[in-house]
Nanobody, 122 residues
Framework: QVQLVESGGGLVQAGGSLRLSCAVS????????MGWFRQAPGKEREFVSG????????DYADFVKGRFAISRDNTKNTGYLQMNSLKPEDTAVYYC???????????????WGQGTQVTVSS
């Protein structure tokens, strides 16, 4: 059973930074692509960023390009999302996910975490 646990969310002022972590257990993390998604109240879940199994290939939604950075440490079975220059509209529950294919996708993931709340105050 693959388990994902997000951490690092919280309350931050606009312009601030947070670093989310996603700890993966139960399988060989290094063979999985990983993605980050978010869901704001009343809105559908949306893709934020993805990273290939090797970390070489990354992908970002337009609304976070230049502000967020995805990374991973396969020796620690952990992925990260560094979020800088946060805006109130970034407020959402952030989820990490992995897929058995090593290539990131905007939609198709096999395992999901429970989410961590990020709140950005103006």
């Amino acid at each position: 059973q693959v388990q994902l646990v997000e951490s690092g969310g919280g309350l931050v002022q606009a312009g601030g930074s947070l670093r989310l972590s996603c700890a993966v257990s139960g399988h060989t993390f290094r063979s999985y692509a990983m993605g980050w998604f978010r869901q704001a109240p009343g809105k559908e879940r949306e893709f934020v960023s993805g990273i290939s199994w090797s970390g070489i290939r990354t992908d970002y939604a337009d609304f976070v390009k230049g502000r967020f950075a995805i990374s991973r440490d396969n020796t620690k079975n952990t992925g990260y999302l560094q979020m800088n220059s946060l805006k109130p509209e970034d407020t959402a529950v952030y989820y990490c996910a992995v897929r058995t294919s090593g290539i990131p996708s905007h939609e198709e993931y096999d395992y999901w975490g429970q989410g961590t709340q990020v709140t950005v105050s103006s």
